[in-house]
C-alpha cells in the first residue's frame, strides 16, 4: 500500500518533498536534499512518504502534527525571544546511554 502511495504521488507531482515540495536530490546520497522515506506516524508502515535527508533527520520520531508544533515553537524562540512550550511526544522513547541518566 504505501508503495502504491508513493509511486501515486511521484506520478501526481514528480520526486518533490511531500511536505514542502522541493525537489529531491536523486543521484547524492551525501546531499542534504537526497530523497528519503519518512514514517508520517512513526513505526506505520501505511504511512510512508517522500522527503529529503535534513527534514527526516529534524522529524525523526514526531508526528506530522508535534513537528509542525516544534518547528513554529523554534521559530517564535529565534524570531522573536519568545519561550519554547514543550509538550509530550507520543513516539519519543529512545534509549539513553546511562551516563546521559544521571
Known sequence: MAVRNIWRFVRKYGYVCFYTGIGLNMKNPKSAWYYT???R???DDT?????FALLNEMKSDLTDKEFKFNVHQ???CF???AKF???KLSHWERLRPPEALG
Open 79 to 81: 524570531t522573536t525571544g
Open 41 to 43: 506516524i512513526p513505526g
Open 74 to 76: 523554534l521559530d517564535k
Open 47 to 51: 504511512s510512508v512518504v517522500l522527503t
Open 85 to 87: 512550550i514543550k509538550r
Open 37 to 39: 522515506f519518512d514514517h
